[in-house]
């Protein structure tokens, strides 16, 4: 007997977790040439080696969160961890973001500036 599942709603929301979000903050912080995290890692490193011809390596957290929702489900706020990697020098911070999915399904992400 085949079963059918309605998804009420074809529109699809945004999640803090999903594959295509995790991606799009990587992108964003990535892209960001004057991230204030290289730096802070660079800054409290022991090793003084020269961070400027290596580039940074990113990973988010396996835990990310949604702090709260609005617009219908339709922009969340999220945050986790993100920790880079230069080199041998390494930092981990918070990491803030908003995702949003218009209904046409496009999905933008703002990173919230690191704060030190």
């Known amino acids: 007997m085949p ?3 309605f998804l009420g709603g074809c529109d699809a929301k945004p999640e803090c977790d999903s ?3 995790r991606k799009a903050v990587l992108d964003a912080v990535s892209d960001d040439h004057r991230n204030p995290l290289v730096d802070f890692a660079a800054k409290n490193s022991t090793a003084k080696a020269s961070l400027e011809s290596k580039k940074p390596l990113y990973l988010l957290g396996e835990k990310i969160v949604t702090s ?3 617009n ?3 922009t969340l706020q999220c945050s986790g961890a993100i920790s ?3 080199g041998d020098v390494k930092a ?3 990491i803030e973001f ?3 999915k218009s209904k046409d399904g496009k999905l933008s992400v703002a990173v919230t500036p690191f704060q030190f």
Request: aromatic share 0%; proline share 5%.
């Open 84 to 86: 880079v990697a230069v």
């Open 72 to 74: 219908g489900k339709r």
């Open 3 to 5: 079963v059918i599942i």
């Open 19 to 21: 594959p295509e979000t």
């Open 68 to 70: 709260s929702s609005s």
């Open 98 to 100: 908003s995702v949003q």
């Open 92 to 94: 981990s911070k918070e």
